[in-house]
């Protein structure tokens, strides 16, 4: 399997062997660096977090619309979204240390495994409409993502040796998850279209052995024995530096806005009438404009500050979300959902880059499963708000109650880049 276009590695993949070249966030005598074949293995890092993703991307949209078409109600499909993020709250700090202890082979094999579990048991559902069965498969998909997640971004941080590399390297990790939403809902509503829900599930199950196999081909290179020192200090103590506070506050609010549209377009495109195919285009055009941004920062990612590029982008996905609900059919969904995916599109490399320059470099594993951690304890919560909230008012209800906490989110945002200036 190919990587997802051509790689453009950091200016240090030219590096020679044994290069002394600083790592982001690392300590001078920082005994953790990456092998030179790492470099030629990044290709692969990226395509196992595409085929990761893509199954629980599957899954998601499949058991959403197969829940409503069983007749369950906005609630349902509420509380399945909160399963996939119920598994990471409980998995993300221990993911963290695992992947700073072991690398990337152990915990991505668990994440595969957990993928595959899940998918099977949401095929196994359908001959007997097993909606509890479905819920079990959501939860061990959105467990899978943050144990695999997690040492993929640790294992990509390895390779930047400045903040503009660590922009373009977390673009290509980002577009990871971009390329998956935007192929994986049109696929799979093609699929629920032309041969039913049971081909959908199915090539969610085909999806953890491919990533499976493109793992193998990452190097093995477990950290050093002298890097497991600091792993006996609590990933909590990380919160005492306030720019990681703010930007963790930040990331909660704009994952929350993701979480949103993903509930809203398929209740929307439901209650309108849609058909699958049309649901997935309008979740596709989203995931699409995300890709094509990500592309953007790696092409550009000298010319952008990262706190700028936030608080620009909370500016414009305040104003799409405001006017989403008055968007007219099929194309007007898709037109405001290209423009959300370009203003959240954009906030995944730009978070992930800073949080490695706060954090020391032995530590990146708990750090990202901190920020992994405060993420999915704000999405269990937000679907099952969202779905009583559209339930009680408008279907639209969710996205207007983003757009007033993205407002307030400027904040903490403006905060982080004053802490950057004084610093």
């Not at 041969?195 to 085909?206: D, H, N, P």
Request: aromatic content about 6%; glycine content about 8%; hydrophobic content about 55%.
């Amino acid at each position: 399997m190919s990587a997802p276009g051509p790689v453009s590695p950091p200016a240090s993949a030219h590096a020679p062997a044994g290069a002394d070249e600083p790592v982001p966030g690392a300590h001078p005598d920082s005994p953790i660096g990456p092998p030179p074949n790492l470099r030629q293995a990044f290709p692969a890092v990226i395509a196992t977090l595409v085929a990761v993703h893509a199954c629980m991307a599957t899954t998601r949209v499949a058991a959403s619309l197969w829940v409503l078409s069983r007749g369950y109600g906005e609630w349902t499909v509420g509380v399945l979204l909160s399963l996939f993020a119920v598994a990471p709250i409980g998995m993300s700090l221990w993911a963290g240390r695992l992947a700073d202890r072991f690398g990337f082979h152990r915990p991505v094999g668990i994440g595969v495994l957990m993928a595959l579990a899940g998918a099977l048991l949401s095929l196994a559902a359908l001959p007997f409409k097993a909606v509890w069965l479905i819920g079990l498969g959501c939860l061990l998909c959105g467990g899978a993502i943050s144990v695999a997640a997690v040492a993929i971004q640790r294992e990509a941080g390895l390779l930047a040796a400045d903040p503009s590399q660590l922009k373009r390297v977390f673009s290509w990790v980002a577009l990871g998850p971009a390329l998956s939403n935007a192929l994986a809902p049109v696929i799979a509503g093609i699929l629920i279209d032309t041969a039913g829900y049971w081909a959908a599930f199915s090539l969610a199950v085909v999806l953890p052995v491919v990533a499976w196999r493109i793992a193998l081909r990452v190097p093995r290179h477990p950290p050093r024995e002298a890097a497991t020192t600091v792993q006996a200090r609590p990933a909590w103590d990380l919160l005492r530096d306030p720019a990681l506070r703010y930007l963790l506050l930040v990331n909660i609010v704009l994952s929350a806005c993701w979480d949103a549209h993903s509930f809203v377009v398929p209740v929307v495109g439901h209650a309108k009438g849609l058909s699958a195919s049309s649901i997935g285009l309008v979740l596709g055009s989203f995931a699409a404009a995300a890709t094509v941004v990500r592309l953007a920062i790696v092409r550009w990612s000298h010319h952008l500050d990262e706190v700028k590029a936030l608080r620009v982008a909370m500016t414009v996905a305040t104003v799409t979300l405001m006017a989403y609900a008055w968007l007219p059919g099929t194309p007007g969904l898709m037109i405001g959902s290209a423009i959300l995916g370009v203003a959240l599109g954009s906030v995944q490399p730009m978070v992930l880059a800073t949080l490695h320059q706060v954090t020391p470099v032995d530590r990146h594993g708990q750090a990202l499963g901190l920020r992994m951690l405060a993420t999915n304890g704000a999405t269990v919560a937000m679907p099952l708000g969202f779905g009583v909230l559209a339930s009680i008012s408008a279907a639209a209800a969710p996205l207007w109650l983003m757009a007033g906490l993205l407002l307030a989110a400027q904040w903490p945002a403006k905060q982080i880049g004053a802490l950057r200036s004084r610093g």
